[in-house]
């Protein structure tokens, strides 16, 4: 599920710091672009972080919040999910079994096996995530 965040944008010396006040958290950017990427980041690596935990994530104001005179104001989408998937990059401990003489080539020929596996994993998946 989708849900949009308000943020406020302040200006700086390299920038805009991103604050995301209905989570009571912080980011920056170095122009709107990369400050609205960051905090999308932010919110994203904070919300499932909070899932981990087993804590709930907050609705998102519906109202925009105050600001100071020179602030932006927008609204950063977020999918928890979708982030996830993305981004969890943990690895995961697999056995698997192979012939006593497949494994002897594998390593005879210096093939790293797991990687080796990824790379068909991925191809046979057509996926192409790092």
Not at 11 to 20: D, E, H, L, N
Not at 92 to 104: E, G, H, K, S
Request: glycine letters at 6%; charged letters at 25%.
């Amino acid at each position: 599920m989708v849900k949009a965040y308000p943020v406020i944008l302040t200006p700086a010396k390299c920038g805009y710091v991103v604050s995301i006040p209905g989570l009571d958290i912080n980011t920056q950017g170095k122009d709107i672009a990369d400050a609205i990427f960051m905090a999308r980041d932010a919110i994203g690596l904070w919300g499932i972080c909070e899932q981990d935990e087993n804590r709930a994530i907050p609705e998102p104001s519906v109202t925009e919040p105050q600001r100071e005179p020179g602030e932006l104001i927008s609204w950063v989408d977020i999918d928890f999910g979708e982030y996830r998937r993305k981004n969890d990059n943990r690895t995961v401990r697999r056995n698997i079994t192979l012939p006593a003489w497949l494994d002897y080539a594998a390593n005879k020929a210096n093939i790293n096996v797991s990687g080796f596996i990824q790379t068909a994993l991925k191809k046979h998946l057509q996926v192409d995530k790092p």
